[in-house]
């Protein structure tokens, strides 16, 4: 009949089960397969190929409008002998499992930021066991997993539940650390979708859940004294459920593709039968949860999108959580040869006089200071829609935290810097997508959108140009860089670079380390010591006063610091620094792993550079940040030897002038289409395309012109032998 559902098991047996069940002869592979279906003619009236399928989900048809379309998806809500929607999945749990026993599971949250537990102190998931009957129930040999096929994978202790009592477990996975105060299950939950299944000890199912995906620090469970399941918004990890509601909205649907387009989009939003939408075209603001009419527009029909806008959407029905925020940014007209980055997020965020992170706020502080406590130097984070497009098309979107970046520039430039990064209160934990074609690096934690700094070239290249340079050619970490533009909202934000973050978790990522105790431990400081990003700076200063308080011509001062200090990655900072000419020498930044790694150099933030002056004079400067470290080992005559010939290499195979110019122009060539736009955005402090052109032409002569000048300051500052002399000479005879 019309609208009515036929349920096949594919069990192998060709038959019909007492209870009229239809049995196939044939069994779905659960890696991959292709199911037709066939008239009594056997003339082909459907198929479908499936890949690889976890255990419990299925592969399914999707609906809309009361109707099947030809969309399938994977998914965590299987709906067999019901429609593939929402009402249906809850009709299926409804009728098949209500719980076998007293013992229930009884609350759920696969994405937890909010709550804490144990001694440690961390956000784990969790699984509520509770006892519902009259009677003590002992639940030893109870197993509790993830995957039917695998009852036991955790096994609850020798214990009894009283009645109206409830046991939490966490399941913070098999290299959790020990929780005297919690079980630990070995597996992890997922916000994407799980299955979870409750056995007595003989093996008898009690229980069980199939999860879909879920918004973070919302859980699911059985309703106050109901088998019925619920989502609760507010989560009661050890304590009495509420009524809860009866499901979640499912995420709002886009008819077109988010993206590049050369005209205006008709734009259909779908959301399920049921199910009103709310929805916003400009300023990036989310419809309200409980009023989306005071801030959204209700959707009735299709809307033409006409201009570059950035929509959001969410979906709402009575005794329903309102979904997530789906969010798709269509570029309309627009003309980039770069790759885009989208940032949608709630205006005020950014732009409330008061609380707007991208503001001064009401107490900046004083601009002789450069405004030191203004919003914008604060590490506020609001939540965002983080989106990149190749090509035109949308190749990664994720929620966010938005926090603003960097130094001087945040006062001195009205466009300024963004970092990103990847935590669970706002979806996922890490971003999985290879955003750097020099890394290997497929899942990333951290980013930041650099806007170029003060760079004194006026070209915005000093810093990316320089990186490119050593990039993976010298003893020093280097940040993976792209350049790209940038859209706030819909509206364009200008030129932007693309970067690794700073921070513990880009040198966990480059030195290879997984284990999360050892990445908290991480020392990373700054200047001469005395500014700590991550750990401690006490062994840093170590090695600072030791040099200034020994002889370090003498070898076993030397080695003293060599055991600590990797003198090696030192030395090739200071060549780079002074080759370079960074007139910014208070930007150091340095690294160890404990507990016995060495200190190792980071270069960065390389925008006051590339004009000719000699910076090894600077950087021998008593007054300078670094010259204690610097000067110390130039007195110990083998480092001093082995810098000027490590000088000499360098000026002949990474900074020879056609290297240079050659990075130089490639870097230019990337983003000269997007001058012309960058200097009208920002047209107060962004160079015309002629001064940019200029300012290019400043660098390729600096590239021409350096090297000669380096030997002669090396010359000057060194009494060189002969030898020396005719080593750096031949370094630069191009």
Not at 452 to 477: I, W
């Amino acid at each position: 009949k019309p609208g009515e559902t036929l349920l096949v098991f594919c069990s192998g047996r060709s038959s019909t089960a007492a209870d009229g069940a239809l049995e196939a002869g044939f069994r779905l592979s659960s890696y991959s397969g292709v199911v037709m279906l066939s008239d009594r003619a056997g003339r082909l009236m459907d198929s479908v190929s499936y890949g690889n399928m976890p255990a419990d989900w299925s592969y399914a048809r999707g609906y809309a409008d009361g109707s099947p379309t030809d969309t399938w998806a994977l998914t965590s809500r299987p709906t067999p002998g019901y429609p593939n929607t929402e009402d249906g999945f809850a009709a299926f749990l409804a009728a098949n499992f209500a719980p076998a026993s007293d013992i229930v599971i009884s609350e759920v949250l696969c994405s937890n930021s909010s709550i804490r537990f144990g001694e440690a102190q961390e956000s784990s998931d969790f699984i509520e066991i509770e006892n519902r009957g009259s009677s003590a129930v002992n639940i030893g040999g109870y197993g509790l997993t993830d995957n039917a096929g695998n009852p036991t994978k955790f096994r609850f202790p020798d214990m009894t539940l009283m009645p109206g009592e409830r046991v939490l477990v966490l399941a913070a996975g098999a290299d959790a650390q020990a929780d005297t105060q919690h079980l630990t299950a070995p597996f992890r939950l997922s916000r994407a979708g799980t299955t979870l299944a409750l056995f007595d000890a003989k093996g008898k199912l009690l229980d069980r859940y199939f999860i879909g995906e879920m918004p973070p620090n919302i859980s699911v469970g059985r309703a106050a004294g109901s088998p019925d399941i619920a989502y609760f918004s507010t989560p009661t990890p050890g304590a009495p459920n509420g009524e809860g509601k009866a499901g979640i909205a499912p995420p709002v649907q886009f008819s077109q593709a988010p993206g590049k387009y050369d005209g205006a989009v008709q734009l259909t939003l779908t959301a399920g039968d049921g199910f009103d939408i709310y929805y916003t075209v400009e300023g990036g603001i989310t419809p309200d949860e409980n009023a989306p009419e005071s801030n959204s527009t209700k959707y009735t029909g299709p809307i033409t999108i006409s201009s570059t806008a950035s929509v959001r959407a969410r979906a709402y029905r009575e005794g329903y959580i309102p979904s997530a925020t789906s969010t798709a940014t269509y570029f309309i007209g627009t003309q980039h040869t770069l790759p885009i980055v989208s940032i949608t997020t709630d205006k005020p965020n950014l732009f409330d006089p008061v609380k707007g992170i991208y503001m001064l706020g009401p107490n900046p502080g004083s601009a002789e200071d450069f405004y030191p406590t203004a919003n914008f130097r604060s590490d506020t984070e609001v939540p965002a829609t983080f989106a990149l497009y190749e090509n035109g098309q949308r190749v990664f979107q994720q929620d966010i935290g938005l926090a603003m970046t960097g130094g001087l520039s945040l006062s001195l430039r009205e466009q300024k810097s963004f970092a990103i990064y990847a935590r669970s209160r706002y979806g996922e934990s890490t971003m999985k997508y290879k955003f750097f074609e020099d890394r290997e690096f497929t899942e990333y934690k951290s980013l930041i959108l650099r806007m170029g700094g003060r760079d004194t070239s006026k070209t915005k290249l000093n810093t990316y140009v320089s990186l490119k340079l050593v990039d993976g050619k010298m003893k020093v970490m280097t940040q993976a860089a792209k350049p790209c533009v940038v859209y706030i909202n819909g509206q364009y934000w200008g030129l932007y670079f693309l970067m690794e973050k700073r921070n513990k978790y880009m040198v966990a990522q480059h030195e290879g380390i997984t284990d999360e105790n050892i990445i908290d431990s991480i020392n990373l400081v700054k200047g001469s010591g005395g500014v700590v990003n991550n750990g401690t700076n006490k062994g840093y200063l170590e090695i600072y006063n030791f040099i200034k308080t020994h002889d370090m011509s003498q070898k076993e001062n030397f080695d003293w610091v060599a055991a600590r200090l990797d003198t090696d990655s030192f030395m090739d900072l200071m060549i780079n620094e002074i080759y370079i000419a960074n007139n910014d020498p208070g930007n150091m930044q340095y690294y160890q792993v404990p507990p016995d790694g060495k200190w190792i150099q980071i270069y960065q933030d390389l925008d006051n550079a590339f004009y000719s002056f000699d910076t090894l004079k600077l950087r021998m400067d008593p007054a300078t940040t670094g010259s204690d470290i610097f000067n110390g080992l130039l007195k110990y005559k083998p480092w001093r030897d082995a810098f000027i010939e490590r000088f000499a290499w360098t000026l002949k195979n990474i900074y020879a002038p056609d290297r240079v110019i050659a990075v130089i122009d490639e870097a230019a060539t990337a983003v000269r289409s997007e001058v012309a736009a960058d200097h009208q955005r920002w047209s107060k402090e962004l160079p015309t395309p002629e001064e940019w052109e200029a300012g290019v032409q400043t660098m390729k002569a600096f590239a021409q012109k350096r090297p000669a000048a380096m030997v002669g300051y090396l010359k000057q500052h060194f009494q060189l032998t002969q030898e020396q002399i005719n080593m750096l000479e031949d370094a630069i005879k191009y």
